[in-house]
């Protein structure tokens, strides 16, 4: 019997050591229900995307959607959750989730977290995730009993083109969310949400005449701006301006971004340094006032700058700075850098016409390194070059820059170290050229490659 009962523990011993422990599943059961509205996008431009149109025009349709979200559930700066959605004869589920923002509402100290969020099983666009824990009036479309009450907002489409909105009062489970990182979200998921699916009133490039340079900021002649001579900064800006507006509601939304930059070379007496950057000046306004929370939709990318030398010269020292949405001054990024080295088969004195087709031929070219922004010499090789030039790639620019000097803004800018270059031991004037090139973006789509170059003589000397 003893035996026995020996063999018996022994027995339960192994069962409950050697097994895989099991974890039980989340017990967790809160779930949120409610109710939304759900059209044609074209009928929502319709109503709400037009001059004239009325703040409440969605929110007097019948709610013929609901929504059920389960299995809610936030760690650190993620979300994720499943929700149940039926309209029409359709009963669908939406599997979210993504990373969380601070709103651009934050600025006001509006409590107001938003997502990048995408759905797992494709049949839906998260246009906008928004936890609203805050009593301050705020914009409602499909609720308005919600404007001044802490609420979540759900915005998606689905793959016929219906826009789907829920506004729902703000679960318990939600109200102590908080993200600490300061990582910025694209606003056509936040601000910009509708540019989704609302087309613009007016989408077109105006010309960068006085009266538009004086409202983005940008200075006169007479304040010292525009000067194009070798020894002083000079600026250079685009013949147009990138603009678009939309009708939202009862409000009109207009935004301006227009790429300039400024120059500066030096005479070479031994070597001097010479600078080359591209800068933004934009503007957001809300019925015609500027609101300086938001950023601009137009987004610039493959922004290249490049500078190149004439007779009797070379590059000897390149860095990169700046301050882009993924880094500024000691941010390690992966750029793309190009140049050309100087041969004694290169013409001695070359022409303006002769240095920019050197540019032309390597400025969509590089070689992909990783740069640390103000603090590497950026140059392939060691031996002089004749062009020097760095491509920002993937990182984006969208920011305004102070154009005062403070430099706030998304930029970039190319110094380079010039030195004499010739056994003559004779002075000469030579020929140089500085390129900025640049692709900006409109809703994730190329809308406009461009280009601007500065020429100009200078003095070297031994």
């Not at 019948?62 to 936030?74: E, F, G, T």
């Not at 003559?424 to 406009?448: E, F």
Request: net charge negative; hydrophobic share 35%; aromatic share 10%.
């Amino acid at each position: 019997m003893r035996k026995a009962f020996r063999m018996l523990l022994i027995t339960a011993f192994f069962m409950l050591f050697c097994f895989p422990a099991y974890a039980a599943p989340n017990q967790d059961d809160e779930s949120l229900e409610g109710t939304g509205i759900a059209l044609p996008i074209a009928s929502f431009n319709e109503l709400y995307g037009k001059p004239g149109s009325s703040a409440d025009a969605v929110s007097r349709l019948d709610k013929n959607a609901s929504i059920r979200l389960y299995d809610i559930q936030i760690q650190d700066a993620e979300v994720q959750f499943k929700a149940d959605i039926q309209y029409g004869n359709e009963s669908k589920t939406l599997a979210a989730s993504g990373e969380l923002f601070k709103s651009y509402k934050q600025q006001s100290s509006i409590n107001s977290v938003v997502g990048d969020l995408s759905d797992s099983g494709g049949q839906f666009d998260v246009l906008l995730f928004e936890i609203y824990n805050d009593k301050a009036a705020d914009k409602t479309i499909a609720d308005n009993r919600l404007r001044n009450a802490p609420h979540l907002k759900l915005y998606i489409k689905d793959r016929a083109d219906q826009l789907l909105l829920f506004e729902l009062a703000l679960p318990d489970s939600l109200k102590n969310v908080v993200v600490t990182h300061d990582k910025k979200i694209d606003t056509m998921k936040d601000f910009f949400w509708f540019a989704r699916v609302i087309a613009p009133y007016e989408q077109k490039e105006l010309p960068t005449d006085e009266p538009l340079k004086r409202m983005l900021g940008v200075r006169n002649p007479s304040d010292g701006f525009g000067t194009t001579a070798v020894g002083y900064f000079s600026d250079w800006v685009h013949s147009t301006t990138y603009y678009a507006s939309f009708y939202i509601g009862n409000d009109l939304v207009q935004a301006y971004s227009l790429p300039y930059g400024s120059w500066k070379a030096l005479d070479v007496t031994n070597e001097s340094t010479w600078t080359n950057s591209f800068k933004i000046a934009e503007r957001v306004s809300v019925n015609g006032t500027t609101d300086r929370r938001l950023d601009n939709p137009f987004r610039y990318q493959n922004v290249k700058l490049a500078t190149a030398v004439g007779a009797k010269s070379t590059i000897v020292h390149a860095m990169i700075d700046g301050r882009l949405s993924s880094g500024s001054t000691g941010s390690k990024l992966g750029m793309k850098i190009f140049e050309k080295l100087h041969t004694r088969l290169l013409p001695a004195a070359p022409s303006i016409s002769e240095i920019r087709s050197w540019i032309n031929a390597i400025i969509d070219t590089g070689t992909d390194k990783d740069v640390v922004l103000g603090t590497s010499n950026i140059k392939l090789n060691s031996d002089p070059t004749v062009v020097e030039g760095a491509n920002s790639k993937n990182h984006q620019l969208f920011r305004y820059t102070d154009i005062n000097g403070t430099n706030t803004g998304h930029h970039l800018i190319l110094q380079t170290t010039v030195q004499y270059e010739s056994d003559t031991k004779t002075s000469a004037t030579a020929n140089g050229v500085m390129t900025a090139k640049w692709d900006v973006y409109y809703n994730g789509l190329l809308h406009d490659s461009s280009s601007n170059e500065v020429t100009f003589t200078y003095y070297v000397a031994p």
